[in-house]
């Protein structure tokens, strides 16, 4: 009777450690924040780049920041897709606009004190789509649209010299 239990622990066990593989979903973060991060492959969370994007990337690090320091960027996403019908085979490409993302940081630290305090404001998702008037969907959406934008304020205290914490909520 024991062994059969522990082969049921092991079945359900490997389930639901199996379980997320088998899973899938559709969607995509834009995380090109900040051209320093984007040249070290997003690597940046560690030892941060200096300057005020470390807000999104490691909020605690603001505080090796001195005066004043901001960062504005955008992203230029294309987005390209088609739709093609299972009876006929044939094919409708979308007609999605290019779309221009920003993202501003700032944050502030005065020299010789031990707070740092900013704000990020970025878009980290969205989607559009968007297809032509001969489009076989085309009375139930045309086009649809998904935009988030974030507002992050961002709290950091140096502790000592190589030691500091800090704080932000991305709403």
């Given at each position: 009777?024991?062994?059969?239990?522990?082969?049921?622990?092991?079945?359900?066990?490997?389930?639901?450690?199996?379980?997320?593989?088998?899973?899938?979903?559709?969607?995509?973060?834009?995380?090109?924040?900040?051209?320093?991060?984007?040249?070290?492959?997003?690597?940046?969370?560690?030892?941060?780049?200096?300057?005020?994007?470390?807000?999104?990337?490691?909020?605690?690090?603001?505080?090796?920041?001195?005066?004043?320091?901001?960062?504005?960027g955008a992203?230029?996403?294309?987005?390209?897709?088609?739709?093609?019908?299972?009876?006929?085979?044939?094919?409708?490409?979308?007609?999605?606009?290019?779309?221009?993302?920003?993202?501003?940081?700032?944050n502030y630290?005065?020299?010789?004190?031990?707070?740092?305090?900013?704000?990020?404001?970025?878009?980290?998702?969205?989607?559009?789509?968007?297809?032509?008037?001969?489009?076989?969907?085309?009375?139930?959406?045309?086009?649809?649209?998904?935009?988030?934008?974030?507002?992050?304020?961002?709290?950091?205290?140096?502790?000592?010299?190589?030691?500091?914490?800090?704080?932000?909520?991305?709403?």
């Amino acid at each position: 009777m024991t062994h059969h239990r522990v082969k049921r622990l092991l079945l359900v066990s490997a389930a639901v450690v199996g379980l997320p593989a088998g899973l899938s979903a559709q969607g995509f973060g834009l995380v090109e924040i900040g051209t320093c991060a984007l040249g070290r492959a997003f690597a940046a969370t560690g030892s941060p780049c200096k300057d005020a994007s470390t807000i999104y990337w490691n909020p605690a690090a603001t505080t090796q920041l001195t005066g004043f320091n901001i960062t504005a960027g955008a992203a230029v996403i294309k987005v390209s897709g088609s739709f093609t019908q299972d009876t006929t085979g044939r094919r409708w490409d979308g007609e999605v606009p290019t779309t221009v993302l920003p993202h501003v940081f700032l944050n502030y630290h005065k020299a010789n004190t031990k707070l740092a305090y900013g704000v990020g404001v970025y878009v980290p998702y969205g989607l559009t789509s968007q297809w032509g008037d001969d489009f076989p969907g085309r009375f139930q959406a045309k086009r649809a649209s998904l935009a988030t934008v974030y507002v992050q304020p961002n709290i950091a205290y140096q502790i000592n010299s190589k030691w500091s914490i800090g704080h932000s909520i991305r709403r």
